[in-house]
C-alpha cells in the first residue's frame, strides 16, 4: 500500500501573494520559480529563502520564513526544515561581514584550529557568535569545497584559501 495523490501543500486561507514581498523581490523569487514546473515551485525554497535573507540583513525571522511558505503554496513547517538544516541560513541576526569558517578534515589537517583561534582572540567572538560591534560574525562551516587551498573561509561569496594570521588581518583590513 503506497502513498497516492498525496498534496504537496497544505491547505491554507487565500493570501494575496503581491502583500508578501516586495516588486522586486517577487519578480527575483519569480525566476526561479520559473525554473521548474508550476506543480514543483516549492522547488524554489532555497533560492527565495537567500533572496529573503540577503534583503532583510543577512538573517530570517519566523515571519518571512512563513510569507516564503505562502508565496510557494507550503506548509511553513517544511520551509523552516529547510532554513534550519542548511548552513547557509541564519535564523538570528548576524555581523556586517559573517566569516565561514571550514573546519571539516583538510583544513582542520591543515591548522584550521589556529585559524579559529586566531580569529576568536582578534574578533572577540567564538564561533557562533557576532563580535561586540556587530561587523563580524564567526560560523563554523563543514567543507566549501576549497580543500587544496585549506585552511580556508569564506566571507560573502568569496573563498579566501591558504589562511595565516597575517593574510586574515590583510583580509580583515580590506573590508569596509
Given amino acids: 500500500m503506497g502513498f497516492k495523490n498525496v498534496p504537496m501543500s497544505v491547505a491554507k486561507p487565500s493570501v494575496n501573494k503581491e502583500s508578501l514581498f516586495s516588486p522586486e523581490l517577487r519578480a527575483e523569487i519569480d ?3 520559473a525554473k521548474y514546473p508550476q506543480e514543483w515551485r516549492q522547488s524554489a525554497v532555497m533560492a527565495a529563502l537567500m533572496l529573503v535573507q540577503e534583503e532583510n540583513g543577512g ?3 519566523t515571519d518571512l520564513m512563513d510569507k516564503v511558505a505562502a508565496y510557494l503554496d507550503m506548509a511553513p513547517i517544511a520551509v523552516y526544515e529547510v532554513a534550519s538544516f542548511y548552513s547557509m541560513y541564519e535564523l538570528k541576526p548576524v555581523g556586517k561581514h559573517k566569516i565561514c569558517v571550514c573546519t ?3 583544513c582542520m589537517i591543515n591548522g584550521s584550529d589556529q585559524i579559529v583561534e586566531y580569529l576568536e582572540k582578534k574578533l572577540g567572538a567564538k564561533l557562533g557568535q557576532s563580535s561586540a560591534d556587530g561587523r563580524y ?3 563554523e562551516v563543514e567543507c566549501l569545497g576549497a580543500c587544496g ?3 580556508m573561509f569564506q566571507i560573502g561569496n568569496k573563498y579566501y584559501e591558504n589562511l595565516t594570521p597575517e593574510l586574515i588581518d590583510s583580509i580583515l583590513a580590506g573590508l569596509e
Avoid: Q
Fill in 31 to 33: 525566476k526561479w520559480i
Fill in 59 to 61: 538573517y530570517l525571522t
Fill in 104 to 106: 571539516n578534515v583538510s
Fill in 137 to 139: 560574525t564567526l560560523k
Fill in 149 to 151: 587551498g585549506a585552511p
